[in-house]
């Protein structure tokens, strides 16, 4: 009864956080959103002396429950948030929740209230009694995007309510990025990955993903393969 009550309740919910997730405005795209997998090109991440590819979701799922997603501006933490929602809805191990927490900061709820409110949102028809069941069985992935949008008043209560989360329900798995900052050297729970610049493949494969023209794109292509790349990349 259990199983079949989660389903029901998920069901509106997963198509709209797929929605959500899944198309995307950028610079090049602003008028109107683009189907992130049509254009997307995973970066690297690296874990200790370890590059991981990220391609394949289980390869970033072997490294344990508890991962924080570190990088610095522009190396494109959220797409990524995204993109891994996409690929557990993919495998289906778990259910993904993606959260953007610079939400999270302009209220004044609870974290747990947040998580909730946010599923319902999109149509994830919880009662609290079920919602705590589902919890209790760690059917999720949680994403939670944006560490560092958290207003600095705010993050110590919400590490606080972040750890008592993680302990409690901790059958789920919990994915946090973030910019690098001091206080990471408290959370020993969770093992730090960190996002790689582009390889020159990578931003190849990107470029020609792009819709964009066609000459244009030949020309940044060889623009890459003719040196740029390892200039800017040194």
Known sequence: KFEINTKLALQNYLREATKQCSTIKTILYKDKSEKLMNFYVPSNLKFGEQIINCEN???????????????TGGLGKS?????????????????????????????????????????????????????????????FMFLFDGLDEIDFNRLPNFEQE??????????????????????????????????????????VDLIKNLKYDQEIKKIFIDGLINGVYESHSS
């Open 162 to 203: 972040f750890r008592k989360l993680c302990n409690k329900y901790s059958k789920n798995r919990f994915v946090v990025s973030t910019r690098n900052f001091q206080d990471f050297i408290s959370w020993h729970e969770f093992k730090n990955i960190y996002i790689q610049p582009f390889e020159l493949e990578q931003s």
């Open 79 to 139: 797409m990524l948030m995204r993109y891994l929602f996409l690929k557990e809805l993919e495998s289906r191990d778990r259910i993904p929740v993606y959260i953007e927490l610079r939400n999270f900061s302009s209220t004044n709820q609870s974290l747990l209230t947040h998580i909730h409110e946010k599923i319902e949102e999109l149509g994830g028809k919880f009662e609290d009694k079920l919602f705590e069941h589902a919890l209790n069985n760690g059917i």
């Open 57 to 71: 979701i289980d390869n970033i799922k072997d490294i344990g429950l508890n991962l924080l997603v570190i990088g």
